[in-house]
């Protein structure tokens, strides 16, 4: 009885160490990384940038590939319908996955997406045509004051970053200005370049990518961003803004705990790759590390920040 029990004893102790190898070897196979938007926008070039540096630090490769529809939700309400092994993930979105289900019904929940790491940020910024009227911020404010309603922002859909920060503009302004949605960044940017709006809120990689077209007023994040440092944030400006498009990567519910930290784990080592933080930052991107065991604290701050301004934007909370 027992050499029973020692048998047995060795054997769970074989077995936990061939699983502890298993977990270090994680991937040892391709993985899908669907993204629910087409390609050219930012959550592809964020994937592409991390497509080559996660083939060469685990040897395995990163299939990019598509799946767009509804700002998002076609892809988030399939989800968890798919295998949960950690070799299918996909990029999620905030304040997305968190004001569209409050809006409306959209196939998910919040709380049924499985984040397991948040990776980047493109912060809010305004934009306007680089002959415009406004030179500074103030003048736009002052100008919004004088003028209730006549500052139309263009923006990249509704019950988005961009209408996030509109609305949160006008609160500690006190100006009353109009949210023009269209359906993705490029439209946005057409719209302001094209005089149909005076101003846009659009993205830092966005404003990029125009060169000297548009002249960029602030900046939602904590500090400068290095590809615009002449551009002042909305702090140093007195305006406590802080904020953008945060982008994360999610698996099937249905995927165990320890695979959820191996996925984790193999995308922070791709977020600390001093090439990966230039060439995103370089784009305008910025650069955060939200790993498995701090994504809960930080989808719960979000989550107040987003309700706090759900009823300004006309989303009755359910």
């Known amino acids: 009885m027992k050499f029973t029990s020692l048998m047995a004893g060795v054997v769970l102790a074989v077995g936990l160490t061939?699983?502890?190898?298993?977990?270090?070897?994680?991937?040892?196979?391709?993985?899908?990384?669907?993204i629910p938007f087409n390609a050219g926008g930012e959550s592809d070039i964020a994937a592409r940038l991390q497509q080559p540096v996660f083939e060469r630090l685990t040897g395995q490769s990163m299939v990019v590939q598509y799946m767009a529809g509804a700002g998002g939700a076609q892809?988030?309400?399939?989800?968890?319908?798919?295998?949960?092994?950690?070799?299918?993930l996909m990029g999620t979105n905030l304040p997305h996955i968190i004001l569209q289900p409050m809006a409306q019904e959209v196939g998910y929940k919040t709380d049924d997406i499985a984040n397991v790491y948040f990776f980047q940020y493109t912060p809010d910024?305004?934009?306007?045509?680089?002959?415009?009227?406004?030179?500074?911020?103030?003048?736009?404010?002052s100008y919004a004051k004088e003028n209730p309603g006549l500052v139309t922002f263009s923006g990249s859909g509704t019950n988005s970053a961009n209408h996030v920060a509109k609305t949160k503009l006008d609160s500690l302004a006190g100006i009353t200005t109009t949210y023009v949605p269209f359906s993705g960044t490029s439209p946005s940017i057409a719209a302001v370049l094209g005089?149909?709006?005076l101003a846009s809120f659009g993205y830092t990689t966005s404003a990029i990518n125009q060169?000297?077209?548009?002249?960029?007023?602030?900046?939602?994040?904590?500090?400068?961003?290095?590809s615009f440092a002449d551009v002042p944030t909305f702090k140093e400006l007195g305006y406590d803004m802080?904020?953008?498009?945060?982008?994360?990567?999610?698996?099937?519910?249905?995927?165990?705990?320890?695979?959820r930290k191996q996925v984790s784990d193999a995308l922070d080592k791709v977020n600390q790759d001093p090439d990966f933080i230039k060439k995103m930052e370089d784009g305008g991107f910025v650069v955060i590390n939200v790993p498995y065991d701090e994504v809960e604290a930080f989808m719960n701050e979000r989550r107040e920040q987003y309700q706090a301004v759900a009823e300004q934007m006309g989303i009755a909370q359910k």
């Open 125 to 141: 910024a305004i934009v306007v045509p680089a002959d415009s009227q406004f030179k500074t911020l103030e003048d736009l404010v």
């Open 211 to 226: 060169g000297d077209a548009l002249r960029v007023l602030a900046v939602a994040s904590e500090e400068r961003v290095p």
């Open 18 to 34: 061939a699983g502890s190898a298993v977990a270090q070897d994680y991937p040892t196979k391709p993985v899908n990384y669907i």
């Open 195 to 197: 005089n149909q709006v």
């Open 75 to 88: 892809a988030w309400s399939q989800l968890n319908g798919m295998d949960g092994d950690g070799y299918t």
């Open 242 to 259: 802080v904020g953008g498009a945060y982008r994360g990567v999610a698996v099937p519910n249905s995927t165990p705990e320890d695979v």
